[in-house]
Nanobody
Framework: QVQLVESGGGLVQAGGSLRLSCAAS????????MGWFRQAPGREREFVAA????????YYADSVKGRFTISRDNAKNTLYLQMNSLEPEDTAVYYC?????????????????WGQGTQVTVSS
């Protein structure tokens, strides 16, 4: 079992920055790809970013490319999402997830463990 706990969300003005963290426990996640997803009110969950187990490869949704950066510190069993130039459209609950079987994926249903989420609100 893997437990994931996100932190770092909050209220920020448009153009501002936030850094989300996702701390894993119960099992080392250094061998597994991880990802960030988000869900806004009334909308389906959507892919934000994903990173390979080594951190050598990363993938982004077009809507966040160039603004968000995913990274990981395997020594700390922690995943990060640096979010810059935030827009009101980025307002959502952000979830981290880990996939223990298979390669890095943009598909939420292929991930096995999820955190409880952290709220990000961007005001205009």
């Amino acid at each position: 079992q893997v437990q994931l706990v996100e932190s770092g969300g909050g209220l920020v003005q448009a153009g501002g920055s936030l850094r989300l963290s996702c701390a894993a426990s119960g099992r080392t996640v250094s061998n597994y790809p991880m990802g960030w997803f988000r869900q806004a009110p009334g909308r389906e969950r959507e892919f934000v970013a994903a990173i390979s187990s080594s951190g050598g490869n990363s993938y982004y949704a077009d809507s966040v490319k160039g603004r968000f950066t995913i990274s990981r510190d395997n020594a700390k069993n922690t995943l990060y999402l640096q979010m810059n130039s935030l827009e009101p459209e980025d307002t959502a609950v952000y979830y981290c997830a880990v996939r223990v079987v298979g390669p890095t994926s943009r598909l939420g249903h292929e991930y096995d463990y999820w955190g409880q989420g952290t709220q990000v609100t961007v005001s205009s």
